[in-house]
């Protein structure tokens, strides 16, 4: 149980455009998910905070208008990098949250790699 | 400043021994930390957690320590194999209960 899909798991594409990743809990409702994203030999980082309904609550430094999260459903999220820039590049990775439990009860997706050329 | 420091970025250890990561913290309080593995792109993997009252947890050939003086956690694996070759992030509450904070991680060798 507590499995969490990402897709695509891996993505290219040429700067300027905008990219959408899902994220799925597949056996559980998730009230609340979680993106990060994680840059070679580095910790994840936090960017937003996901709550089915509600509008998310980004992180100090992370650009709402350039990272789109939608939670439209208690099993699915999605994060949309608008505008890509090579910058950008990096692995991105969701967690979700079933109702009434801890924060410490996450369950990771796989991550989603992207590049943008 | 709030930081969570894990003592080095890469670790060998020959198999069979034990390894031990450590996992400091300064200027957090938290009610508890985790433990994660992390393969080459994969997501993380959960794999311990232990709360600010307890000094010890043990899951098979894994044991966590938490001294909430010292403001430190060590994770042990014993009798080490190949198979544990990954990187291990340790994870806290920063304060909140709504979200948590990782380390930058230790890359693990277990080298045959």
């Known amino acids: 149980g507590a499995v969490v899909s990402q897709h695509p798991s891996w993505v290219i594409c040429k700067s300027g455009t905008s990219v959408k990743i899902e994220c799925r809990s597949l056996?559980?409702?998730?009230?609340?998910m979680f993106w990060y994203r994680q840059f070679p030999k580095q910790s994840l980082m936090l960017m937003a905070t996901?709550?089915?309904?509600?509008?998310?609550?980004?992180e100090q430094g992370v650009e709402k208008d350039k990272f789109l999260i939608n939670h439209a459903s208690l099993t699915l999220s999605t994060l949309t990098v608008t505008s890509a820039h090579p910058e950008d590049s990096s692995f991105y990775i969701c967690s979700a949250r079933a109702p009434g439990s801890s924060s410490y009860e996450q369950y990771f997706g796989p991550g989603t790699r992207l590049t943008v050329t | 400043s709030q930081k969570i420091e894990q003592n080095s970025e890469a670790l060998n250890i020959q198999e069979g021994k034990t390894a031990t990561l450590t996992c400091n913290y300064t200027n957090y309080s938290p009610a508890y930390l985790q433990w994660y593995r992390q393969d080459p792109g994969r997501g993380p993997v959960f794999l311990l957690l232990i709360r600010e009252n307890e000094k010890e947890k043990r899951k098979e050939r894994l044991k966590v320590t938490f001294d909430t003086t010292l403001k430190q956690s060590l994770f042990h694996i014993t009798a080490s194999q190949p198979a544990d070759s990954a990187t291990y992030l340790c994870a806290l509450d920063p304060g909140g209960g709504d979200k948590i904070i990782f380390g930058k991680g230790t890359r693990l060798h277990i080298l045959p």
């Open positions: 056996d559980f409702q998730a009230t609340t």
């Open positions: 996901s709550n089915e309904g509600s509008k998310a609550t980004y």
